[in-house]
């Protein structure tokens, strides 16, 4: 099925399983930004194990905040004070990195993390069921739910959408949502961290095991639940963390195996190494990739320049497979260019 998506007045069309579920529902594209956030718990479990300056947290914080309201300004191609969107992905990330540094003061095992993992996700899985019960048939829709309340009262026209949506996916309510599973990520963080004690054999059989309680736990608040993203609500929170440190665990085993022979060992660092690059680079190119594909999209006249790029490159697969291999293969190029030259933008 194929549906259209308006962007800056420019209808674009594409799969259904590349745009949101509206409300209930999963697709593919729901899971992308939950495997970020749950790989951002593990790299803050890297980050924070260690005493981190207050200084430094707090330019982590700032910078995100900053960059996530212009980059909400640039991607609605016009700035208005009384209209600009307060929340969105980067303003997430900075509410991730400060609520970790508070936690990391007084938690640093992976044991602490997983029951705050839990803890979050029960608390939420409370909170929803509660407000639930207060709305027709006791189902959470557009019309009835916390986030359309707390989040219109917050934000007001500032939220997702000026609130026509009746929620906000990174707004207050739902970033229980997301802490839930960004703290999966987290425990699974310190789990690999915790291996460097007892070794690669013992991380790796905690990290399935950790892999295996979020499916499950996940999978059983989806009896009382539905699992859907524009809340952020529980199951799903844990089933998509579920689904990345699954992921994690593979990468875990390609990269941090033990090998002895120094040949696979330097084909590996090779191998590892544009990742690196992408990685130390993430804030540039998710803002850069993001701001430059809506440009395309945005300029070019009644044809825009993506659509006109994409149908030069449909021999690669089609015009959105081409369009998207060769747009990612120059941002990762660009990153590891950078990487190469040790320049880096971050927060």
Excluded at 330 to 347: D, E, F, P, Q
């Amino acid at each position: 099925m194929i549906v259209s998506t308006g962007f800056a007045g420019v209808v674009l069309d594409r799969p259904e399983w590349l745009n949101h579920a509206r409300w209930l529902g999963l697709t593919v594209y729901d899971f992308i930004f939950p495997l970020f956030v749950t790989l951002s718990g593990i790299g803050l479990a890297f980050a924070y194990r260690r005493s981190v300056s207050v200084a430094v947290t707090a330019r982590r914080v700032v910078v995100l905040l900053v960059v996530g309201l212009v980059y909400n300004a640039l991607m609605a191609g016009v700035f208005d004070p009384a209209t600009l969107r307060y929340t969105g992905t980067l303003q997430a990330y900075a509410v991730l990195v400060l609520v970790s540094a508070l936690l990391h003061v007084r938690f640093k095992t992976s044991g602490a993390w997983a029951v705050i993992t839990l803890l979050l996700g029960l608390v939420y899985t409370v909170v929803l069921l509660g407000y639930a019960r207060s709305c027709p048939g006791a189902a959470l829709t557009p019309e009835c739910n916390p986030s359309l309340a707390l989040d219109s009262w917050l934000f007001g026209p500032h939220m997702y959408s000026g609130g026509t949506r009746g929620h906000d996916p990174e707004g207050v309510v739902a970033l229980l949502g997301v802490l839930t599973t960004a703290s999966a990520g987290t425990t699974a963080g310190h789990l690999a961290l915790d291996a460097r004690e007892h070794g690669w054999s013992w991380g790796l059989g905690r990290l399935l095991a950790w892999t295996l309680a979020l499916a499950v736990v996940g999978a059983a608040l989806t009896q009382v639940l539905e699992p859907f993203k524009r809340l952020w609500t529980p199951p799903f929170a844990l089933m998509a963390a579920s689904l990345a440190v699954l992921l994690f665990a593979i990468a875990y085993i390609v990269i941090d195996r033990p090998v002895r022979n120094a040949a696979v060992g330097r084909i590996r660092s090779a191998l590892v190494w544009p990742l690196q690059g992408v990685g130390r680079q993430s804030l540039l190119v998710y803002f850069g990739s993001r701001l430059t594909a809506a440009l395309l999209q945005r300029h070019g006249g009644e044809v825009p320049y993506a659509q006109q790029w994409a149908e030069r490159l449909a021999f690669l697969g089609g015009p959105q497979v081409g369009f998207a291999l060769v747009f990612t293969s120059a941002w990762v190029a660009l990153a590891m260019l950078l990487h190469a030259a040790k320049i880096y933008v971050h927060a």
